[in-house]
Structure formats: C-alpha cells, structure tokens
C-alpha cells in the first residue's frame, strides 16, 4: 500500500513513505521528553502531548505545512493530529501503532 496525501492514519511504511516524499513536512513526537530522549525518529521535534504548553505549542505551528505525528503506540498522536485539525491544521497524519511498530531508523 502506497501513502496517501488525504489519508489520516498511516501504517509506519506509509508514514515513512509520505514523510520522505512531503517537502518540507514536519516529524513531531508527542510523546514525554523521556520517551523521547530514549529514541526517537530522525529529524523529530519533541512535544509532550501531556505537556503543561502543548496547545500554545501546536498553535505556535503554521497550519499550511505537513506534519507526521507520533507517539509510543498510537493514542496520543491520534489525540494530538484530532486537536490540530480542530485548529484548522489540514495535512496532519498519524502514525498506527507508533514507535512501537516502527522498524526504521531511530537516534
């Protein structure tokens, strides 16, 4: 299966593909800055979806680019990508299963 640019939720082939293929899309991590410092996807900016400023965060992000949102298995990011498309962000997808299904590269 192929990424799709209009598709929500992405299995970590089609979020891998789509993130290669988008120009100037952003890889965000909504996981803790723990999780994060344990691992993380290449080129992901960290924002704990738990955090005291995530929305002022996300709101603090342009809603015309491309964003591929993860977290350990799935929940959070589906959370976080519901509340960016009710701020109007429109390229938000979602990784199933998050970096626990990932088999790519981390750092």
């Known amino acids: 299966m192929s990424y799709a640019e209009d598709k929500n939720d992405l299995t970590p082939q089609e979020f891998a593909e ?3 293929n988008s120009s100037n899309a952003i890889l965000l991590d ?3 800055p723990e999780e ?9 900016i ?7 400023e995530f929305h002022e965060k996300i709101e603090e992000l342009d809603p015309s680019n491309t964003y591929f ?6 929940g959070r990011s589906n959370a976080a990508c519901e509340f960016m498309r009710s701020k109007h962000f429109s390229k938000v997808h979602n990784m199933l ?11």
């Not at 994060?36 to 992901?44: F, S, V």
């Not at 949102?69 to 799935?74: D, E, L, S, W």
């Open 18 to 20: 789509g993130f290669k």
């Open 30 to 32: 909504v996981r803790t």
């Open 36 to 44: 994060y410092a344990g691992g993380h996807l290449p080129g992901a």
């Open 46 to 52: 960290n924002i704990d979806i738990r955090g005291y």
């Open 69 to 74: 949102v993860y977290c350990h298995a799935g």
């Open 97 to 107: 299963g998050g970096i626990l299904a990932w088999d790519g590269e981390t750092e």
